[in-house]
């Protein structure tokens, strides 16, 4: 449902799992949804935002652990420093 949600296809979310694994490819999903839904202008095709971060992470380049707390913190009112 989600992965309908971003308009990523089903292949798209097969290479991702395939690349990095489903739990990193369900935080990225769940991070790239989030991150639409807050503001849709952002990013206007959030399946490639989907697949750039995936490549990303295969650079070691997504450090995703900040961009999950700092949703959360922004959900809760909270600011980075």
Wanted: avoid cysteine.
């Amino acid at each position: 449902v989600l992965r309908r949600m971003i308009g990523l296809s089903e292949a798209g979310w097969a290479d991702g799992k395939q690349k990095v694994g489903s739990y990193a490819a369900a935080a990225i999903l769940a991070t790239v949804l989030e991150k639409s839904i807050r503001d849709p202008e952002q990013i206007s095709k959030p399946g490639g935002y989907f697949r750039a971060m995936i490549d990303r992470a295969l650079e070691g380049k997504l450090n995703l652990e900040r961009s999950l707390f700092g949703l959360a913190d922004n959900r809760y009112g909270k600011t980075q420093k």
